[in-house]
């Protein structure tokens, strides 16, 4: 399965951006997917997770209350909804799929797109 992360950008902070994950070669619906960011200097972390099973949910502390993770099966996409947007929520986010029904940890996941940068100004 091919990924394609879209709909990053600057925003100001307390304000509000929708993340797209398309998927090209494969169903999605099949697939664990997560959304993952990086910041310079820092790890990759996980943010928000969809299992592959019921479409249960999982969200790292740091972004529970303010993002939603949803699919859209029809158009094979997942999208990241993220509100409140804080300063420390810059980084470039990359979604992926993994074959495991639901992972937080990114060496669980085998397919990643190219990220797409979000940054958030004070």
């Known amino acids: 399965v091919q990924l394609q992360a879209s709909g990053g950008g600057l925003v100001q902070s307390g304000g509000s951006l929708r993340l797209s994950c398309g998927a090209s070669?494969?169903?999605?619906?099949?697939?664990?997917v997560g959304w993952f960011r990086q910041a310079p200097g820092n790890e990759r972390e996980g943010v928000a997770f969809i299992s592959s099973s019921d479409d249960s949910t999982n969200y790292a502390r740091s972004v529970k209350g303010r993002s939603t993770i949803s699919r859209d099966s029809a158009k094979n996409m997942v999208y990241l909804q993220m509100n409140s947007l804080k300063p420390e929520d810059t980084g470039v986010y990359y979604c992926?799929?993994?074959?495991?029904?639901?992972?937080?940890?990114?060496?669980?996941?085998?397919?990643w797109g190219r990220g797409t940068q979000v940054t958030v100004s004070s």
């Open positions: 070669g494969d169903t999605l619906d099949d697939y664990g």
């Open positions: 992926a799929a993994s074959t495991f029904t639901m992972a937080t940890l990114p060496d669980f996941y085998e397919y």
